[in-house]
C-alpha cells in the first residue's frame, strides 16, 4: 500500500486537532493526541467489547455519550474527554465498580499496581454511598500459577478474551447472569493452558494474580532488571523483579518487544524463576579426593583446574583435553570458552553439542546456513502467506512461536502441520501425520511432490530425488502420496511460503538430509527472498545460535571460520574419554548424563576420564562424577548478551548480585586464564562483547550499547565461511529407517512437554508442581494384544537398559511404538537404547 | 363505546386456520402470491414505508425505514430475524398470533424476506413458549410441503427457508443484538451499536430483526395498500395495535383496537370492564413494565403513541397494566426491580451494579431499612441510565425513577416510620446497616 492509499480522518479531541488513519478508534485518536482516557475492558491487543463503560466520551452532535474504546474516529468530529458530562459519566461508573468490591487491598498483591486503586483516586467519589453487603464467590484453586480472587473482579472479560483469542484454548469464562457473573473454568478445573500468566498482567485489579509471587512480596519494594528469557531460543524479553534485600527474583514479567514476544510470555518462562532463588545451588567450589567431597575456596579450585589441565597439556599434548558447553550460557562464556580452550588449554576438542550423537560435524543447523537459509523464523512467518512446520511439537518447544502461529493462523495465514503425533496447535493448522523418525523421508515424499507440481528442478535436485526414491520415502513416512502431494500443492499455490524444520527433523539422526531436501523443497519452489532460502530451523536451547555463532564447534571458530585442523566433536570427546586419548574433560553448564542421548556411553566416557571438571549452578549427577565442581551463579546474576533463534543479539542485565560463593561462568573463564599466567584478566561483560564483535563477522559493529534495550538481528554468516564445506555424505533413503528387531518390536519415541523435571526445571517447585510423571504412551491395538489397561506397571526394555513406567492407552501413538512425553527423574529413557536404533520391547 | 378493529385477529375463529388450508379458505397467502407475482422489493418497502407502520416491539421504529438500511447488493447474505421472545412483564400478545393464526405471521414473514433481499428467516420464540414453538414447526412443515416455503415459492422463483429456534428463558434476548448473539449460539450479550444489525447483524451480515406483531401486520398492507393502513388511526400512529391488559381489571386480555379512537382511561374501563370492587386506579403502566408508571389523574390522555409520549411515558409494547389502590407501590417497585436485577446480562458495568443496587436500596425501604436520602439515592443512580450497551439498563431505571418520583411520599413514609427514620439519627449508626 503506498502512502497515499492510507486514508486519514482529522478530529479535535478536547481542542487538539489530531490527524489518524481511518478505523482508529477515539481511545487510540485521544492516546496519539496526548490524552489519556482511563479504560478497563479494552485492551489494544484483544477484541473489543465495550462494557465496562469507563472510557465514555462526549461527541458534538451525538447524543448519549460514547465508549471511546470502540468508536471509531471520523473527519471533522468534536470529541471531550474531560467535560463535565464525560467526568461525571465516569465517577458513577467508578462508583458501581466500587459498590461489590472487597476494599482488601491491604492483603491483595495487586495493591500498588492496581488500576482500581488508581482509577478511583483520580476519577472516583471520595467515599462510598454503598451500605449494604456485598456479594460474595467461593474461591476455586485453578492451578499452580494463578490465583483467582473472584470477589476483586470487575468482570472487564480480558482475561476470558486472552484466552480465547491468542492462549488458545479459551478456559476462562464469564458463568453465569448478570451480578451473579463470576469468572471460572468449566467444572472448576485448573488451568492447563500453555500462556495463563499473561491475564495476571491483562487483570486490571487484584482478581487474577500469580500465585508463585503471591505474600511473598508487596509491588514496590521490588526492582526490574530488563532481561531476556533462558527457557527456551525464542528469547522473550522480561523484567527480572527482584528483591536485593532477600536476594530473590520473585516475579517475571514480559517487556513489550513487538520483533519478539509483543508483550506476552508462556509459563514456563514466566514462573520457572525459583530456580534462581534454590536453595539446591551450590555456594563453593567442591574437589573430590579419594572418593570424598570437600568444599574449598575459589584460589584454591581455580589453582587445582590450571593444575590439571596443565599437567595434561605437559604430558599429553592440549589435543589430550576437551571442553564440551552446554548451549544455555552467554555469548560472551560461550566465547570465552572457546577461546581458553583453544588459545590457553591448546585444543580444538570444542563442542556444544550435546543432546545429539553428532555424525557429522557440518550438522543439520550448519548445512543449513551453507545452503543459504534465513534462519529467522518470526518474522519469516509475519511475512509469509503459507508456513509449514515440519518435525516440531512447537508448544512444547517455542511457546510463544506458537502462539504467534495462532495469531497468523486468525488472520487467515495457512499453517501446515507435518509432525509424528498430535499436538496443541493442531485446530489451527493443516495437519499432516507421518510415522516417528520419518521426518527427512516426509520431506523427500514433498520433494517428489513439488517436482511433479512443478514439472522439472535443477540437476542438484534431482540428484537427490535419485537417492531418495519416493517409494521409499512413503513407505517410511507410512503417509499416502495424496497427503504428501496436498502439502506440496499448498506451498506450490503460495506466494510467499516459508518453511521451519523442527529438532525431531534438523538435529536427529537424519538432520543433514533433512535439511538438504527442505532446501531442494524450496530452491524448486523458488522461495527466496533477498538471496536467502525461506528456510528456518528451530532450535530450543536458549543460546545455540549463540554457541555456533561465537565458534563452539571443533571445526569452526569465531564467525564459523573453519579452523585448520578439525577437532574432536561431543561424540568423538566421549569414545576418546573412553579409549584413552582424551586425558581431560571440562563440562560447562551442561548435566550430559541427562542430555546425551546414550547414557551408558557418556557414563563410561565420564568415569574413564582422569580429570572431569564441571562447572554449573546444579550439581546434577553429572557434577557427582567430577574431580571438581565449580559453581556458577545464576544467569540472573551476571550481564550477558544471548542470540536467539533468529539470530536476534538481545542483552541480559543482571538482577541480583552473584550468591555468595559462586561466579559467573565468564569470570570464571576469566580467572582460569588469569591464573594459568595467559595474560588474561577480570573484565565486563560490555568489554568481552567487544571481543565477540571484532572476532565474529556477523557481529561487526555491535556493542553492548548499541543492542540497546530490544536487540539487534545479525545477518546470516557470509558464504566464505562455507565454501569448501565438505558435503554432507549422500545417505540414500533405504537406510533412513532400519525397524524394530525381534527382541525388541516397539519403537521408543520420546516427546516433548513444556512441563516436567528436565534440567533446571526441577528446581522451580510451581514448574514440577504443574507437571506430570512420564507414561508410556501405547496405541489401543497394542495394548490390546499386550493384554493392558490404563495405569499398568510396565518395564521398558531395550539393548542398553529399562525404565519402569506405567501404560497410558492413547491413539496419539501409532501402532508399534511407546511414547514418553517429557522428562522426569528418575525414569532415564536415555539410557534404554542408542540414539539411531530406539528398539526396545514391553514387559510387566 | 370503544369496539375493537380487527385486522392481524379478524381470521382468528375460522375453522381449521392451523393448517395452510383453513388459512388459504379463510383468504390467506394471497398477499404472499400479490408480493411475489406483482410486486418488486422496492414496491413492497415503498407500501409498507406508506403505511407508516411502527415496530410493535416496543421501540415503535419506522418499519419501512429499517428495512431500507440494508444495503443493496450485499456479498453477504441477508437474514430476517422475528422476534417472538416476549418477555416484558404484562406483554402477551406476540403468542396471540402464534399461537391461534401461525400462518399470517409465516406469510409476513416471506413477504418481508422478499423486501429485503432475504432467504433465511428465523424466529426466535422464548423457551417458554413450547407450545408456540410446536405449532410454528408445524405450521413451517405444512407450509414447505406445498410450496410456500423453499425453492421457488408459488412458481416465482424466490426461495426462502424460515426455521423456529428456541430461546433458554431469558429476556435479554428480545433485545435484539442479545437476540443475534443467542441465535448464533453464543450467551446472550447484547452488542455495542453501531454497527447496526441492518449492516452486521448475525453472523455479520445484514440482518433486520421485527417483532411478531409488525411482521404479521405485513400481509395485510400488501393486500388492501399502505395508504389504507395508515388511514387508520392519528398521524403518527397508524393501523390497528394489539393491546395487553392486565392488573386490577374485570376483564384482562389482548384488544385489538385503532389508536386515537379513545382515552387511555376508556380503553381500561370499556375493555377491561372497569376495576375489580369498584376500587380506584392507583397507577398504570402503559407499555410493558419498562415504561414508566403513570398516576390516575394523567390518565385521560389519548391512546396514541404520541400522546402519551407527550405525557411523560410510552406506549411501548402496548402491554398496558393497572394498579389499584390497594398497591403498596414500594413493594410494586421492588418487584420490577427485581425482575431486571435478574434479568441483566451482566456485561457492563451500570446495568450489572446498579440493578443489583436498586434492589438492594429498595428492599431495604420496604423492610423498614431505608435511610433518609435514599429516594435522592436512587434517583442519583438512575441518572446513568444512557451509559449502558443496551437498553436494558434504561427500562430498569425508568420504572424506578417513575415509582420514586411520582409516589415518593409512600417511600419516604416507609423510612420515615422505619429504624432510621428519625431526622437525629448519626450518620455512622446509619451506615452500619
Ligand atoms: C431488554 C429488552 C427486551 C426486549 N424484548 C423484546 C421482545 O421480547 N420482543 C420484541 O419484539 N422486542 C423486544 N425488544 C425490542 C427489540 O430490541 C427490537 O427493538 C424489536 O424486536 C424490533 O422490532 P420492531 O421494530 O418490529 O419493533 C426488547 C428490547 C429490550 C431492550
Ligand atoms: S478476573 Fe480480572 S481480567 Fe478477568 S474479568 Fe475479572 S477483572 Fe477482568
Ligand atoms: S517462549 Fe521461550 S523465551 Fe518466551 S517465555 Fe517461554 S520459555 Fe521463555
Ligand atoms: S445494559 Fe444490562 S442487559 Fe444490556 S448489555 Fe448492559 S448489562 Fe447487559
Ligand atoms: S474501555 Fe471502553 S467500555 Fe471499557
Known sequence: MSQTDVQTVTLTIDGKEVTVPKGTTLIEAARQGGVFVPHYCYDPDLSIVASCRLCLVEIEKVPKLQPSCSTPAADGQVVFTQSEKVLDARKMQMEFLLVQHPLDCPVCDQGGECKLQEYSRNHGYDDTRFRFKRRTFAKPDIGPFIDLERNRCILCSRCVRFLDEKGGNAELAVINRGNRSFIGTFQEKPLRGDFTGNITDLCPVGALTSKVTRFRVRVWELKDAPSVCTMCSVGCNVNLQHRNRTHEILRITPRLNSDVNHRWLCDMGRFGFDQFNSAERRRAPEIRENGEWRETGWAEAIGEVVKRLKAVRESHGGAAAAGLIGPRQSNEALFLFQQFMREIVGTQNIDHRTEHEIKANDDGFLTSLALGAVNRPLEEARRADVIALVGSDLPNELPILRLQMREHSRAGKKILLAYNRPTRMDKECGVFRYHPGGDAAFLAAVLHAVVKEKGGASDDVNALLGQAGRDDALKIAQIDEAKAAGFAQALVAAERPVLMLGEDAFAGPRGVEAVRLAAAILDTLGARHDGALALSLLPTPVNARGAADVGCYPHRGPGYEPVGAPGRNTTEILRGCIDGSIQALVLFNTNLLEEYPDREFAQKALQAVPTLIVADAFKYETGDMAHVFLPLSAYSEEDGTYTNFGGRVQRAQRALPQLDGTLAAYQLLLALGERWGAGWRQIRTPRIFEFIAQAVKQYAGLSWDTLGGQGVTVPAPPDEAFSGAAPAPDAPLASLNGSPGGDYPYRLVRGRRLFDRAGEKRFAPPLVDRSEPCAAEIHPGDAKELGLSDGDSITIRGEKGSAPLTVKISSNTRPGCVTVLGHYDGVPLNALAAEETPWVNIQR | ?433
Not at chain 2, 430476517?80 to 404484562?90: F, I, K, R, T, W
Not at chain 2, 399502505?226 to 381489571?249: A, I, N, P, R, Y
Open chain 2, 1 to 433: 363505546m370503544a369496539q375493537e378493529t380487527r385486522v392481524l385477529l379478524e381470521k382468528l375463529g375460522t375453522p381449521d386456520l392451523l393448517t395452510v388450508k383453513g388459512y388459504r379458505a379463510a383468504g390467506g397467502y394471497q398477499s404472499l402470491e400479490k408480493a411475489l407475482k406483482e410486486m418488486t422489493p422496492e414496491r413492497i418497502i415503498e407500501e409498507v414505508k406508506k403505511s407508516s407502520l411502527q415496530g410493535r416491539g416496543g421501540a415503535a421504529f419506522p418499519t419501512g425505514m429499517k428495512w431500507s438500511f440494508i444495503p443493496k447488493n450485499s456479498p453477504k447474505p441477508v437474514y430476517l430475524c422475528c422476534n417472538a421472545d416476549e418477555s416484558e412483564p404484562g406483554t402477551c400478545k406476540d403468542r396471540v398470533i402464534i399461537d391461534e393464526n401461525p400462518h399470517l405471521l409465516i406469510e409476513g414473514m416471506l413477504i418481508s424476506c422478499f423486501a429485503i433481499g432475504s432467504h433465511m428467516g428465523y424466529i426466535y420464540i422464548r423457551g417458554e413458549f413450547h407450545r408456540g414453538a410446536q405449532i410454528l414447526m408445524m405450521a413451517i412443515e405444512e407450509a414447505r410441503r406445498e410450496g410456500l416455503i423453499g425453492k421457488n415459492i408459488l412458481g416465482s422463483g424466490f426461495d426462502c427457508e424460515l426455521e423456529v429456534y428456541r430461546g433458554a428463558g431469558a429476556y435479554i434476548c428480545g433485545e435484539e443484538t442479545g437476540l443475534l448473539t443467542s441465535l448464533e449460539g453464543q450467551k446472550g450479550y447484547p452488542r455495542n451499536k453501531p454497527p447496526f444489525p441492518a449492516i452486521s447483524g448475525l453472523y455479520n451480515s445484514p440482518t433486520i430483526i421485527n417483532n411478531v406483531e409488525t411482521l404479521a401486520a405485513v400481509p395485510s398492507i400488501i393486500e388492501r395498500g399502505g395508504d389504507w393502513f395508515k388511514s387508520m388511526g392519528s398521524e403518527k400512529s397508524t393501523g390497528t395495535k394489539l393491546l395487553c391488559l392486565s392488573g386490577h381489571v374485570n376483564k384482562p386480555g389482548v384488544y385489538e383496537v385503532v389508536l386515537g379512537q379513545m382515552t387511555l382511561r376508556e380503553f381500561i374501563m370499556d375493555f377491561g370492564g372497569g376495576i375489580p370492587g369498584g376500587r380506584k386506579i392507583k397507577g398504570v403502566i402503559p407499555g410493558g413494565s419498562s415504561m414508566p408508571v403513570m398516576r390516575d389523574e394523567d390518565l385521560d390522555v389519548k391512546l396514541t403513541y404520541e400522546d402519551i409520549h407527550a405525557a411523560g411515558s410510552s406506549l411501548g409494547s402496548g402491554a398496558i397494566i393497572v394498579m389499584d389502590e390497594t398497591v403498596d407501590m414500594v413493594e410494586m417497585c421492588l418487584l420490577l426491580a427485581h425482575f431486571y436485577e435478574h434479568e441483566s446480562c451482566g456485561q457492563c458495568t451500570p446495568c450489572r451494579e446498579g440493578t443489583r443496587w436498586f434492589v438492594q436500596v429498595v428492599d431495604a425501604i420496604l423492610k423498614g431499612e431505608g435511610h433518609p436520602g435514599d429516594c435522592d439515592l436512587l434517583l442519583d443512580i438512575c441518572r446513568s441510565e444512557f451509559t449502558s450497551i443496551c437498553p436494558l439498563w434504561v427500562a430498569a431505571v425508568w420504572p424506578v425513577r417513575a415509582f420514586v418520583t411520582k409516589f415518593r411520599e409512600e417511600f419516604e413514609e416507609k423510612i420515615r416510620n422505619g429504624k432510621y427514620g428519625k431526622k437525629d439519627q448519626p450518620a455512622a449508626m446509619a451506615m452500619a446497616g
